[in-house]
T-cell receptor, first 113, second 109 residues
């Protein structure tokens, strides 16, 4: 079984709709991250959480919110989706050592019409 | 702010060596990383180098670090079709990874 799972894998929605992307991990890591990937822009950090009570904004948090329901679960919400939120979204985890290795989920491809 | 730069594309012939380059700005980074993203998949750590090293070799992969110029490179020897992917360079800064835009490696037959 995959260590980091994301649901759904693909989603098409309309402008103005609220959607939630979910992430679960079995690695036992405290730290979790949400990124979006756009062609030519690499990965940009949306939100990150270092434990259940710690939520931090990343580089591009506007238009997004997150919830850390448990150590293993970190969900990303788009309250009112807009077309420029069309992207590939990745969840990742890491352990708190200084090595910084992050483990990624398979991604959610989101299309906002 | 901190920045990591890499070119967007590299095209090489099968069997040749591929060299993917990256420049970074934070001289205090303790680790620098190369991640690989295969089509339709998430990113996976390929290799990393500690900042006090100049070179690290792992089978077909060689990482070179020039701290003076803040330049990192990844050499893939005997490039194969299975090496087709996007390669991301990243540095660590305050427990967060700062990512390059990724270099798409295209293999020509």
């Amino acid at each position: 079984d995959a260590d980091v799972t994301q649901t759904p894998r693909n989603r098409i929605t309309k402008t103005g709709k609220r959607i939630m992307l979910e992430c679960s991990q079995t690695k036992g890591h405290d730290r979790m991250y949400w990124y979006r990937q756009d062609p030519g822009l690499g990965l940009r950090l949306i939100y990150y959480s270092f434990d259940v009570k710690d939520i931090n904004k990343g580089e591009i948090s506007d238009g997004y919110s997150v919830s850390r329901q448990a150590q293993a679960k970190f969900s990303l919400s788009l309250e009112s989706a807009i077309p420029n939120q069309t992207a590939l979204y990745f969840c990742a985890t890491s352990d708190p050592t200084g090595l910084g290795t992050q483990y990624f989920g398979p991604g959610t491809r989101l299309l906002v019409l | 702010g901190e920045d990591v730069e890499q070119s967007l594309f590299l095209s090489v012939r099968e069997g040749d060596s591929s060299v993917i380059n990256c420049t970074y700005t934070d001289s205090s980074s303790t680790y620098l990383y190369w991640y690989k993203q295969e089509p339709g998949a998430g990113l996976q750590l390929l290799t990393y180098i500690f900042s006090n090293m100049d070179m690290k070799q792992d089978q077909r992969l060689t990482v070179l670090l020039n701290k003076k110029d803040k330049h990192l490179s990844l050499r893939i020897a005997d490039t194969q079709t299975g090496d087709s992917a996007i390669y991301f360079c990243a540095e660590i800064n305050n427990y967060q990874l700062i990512w390059g835009a990724g270099t798409k490696l295209i293999i020509k037959p």
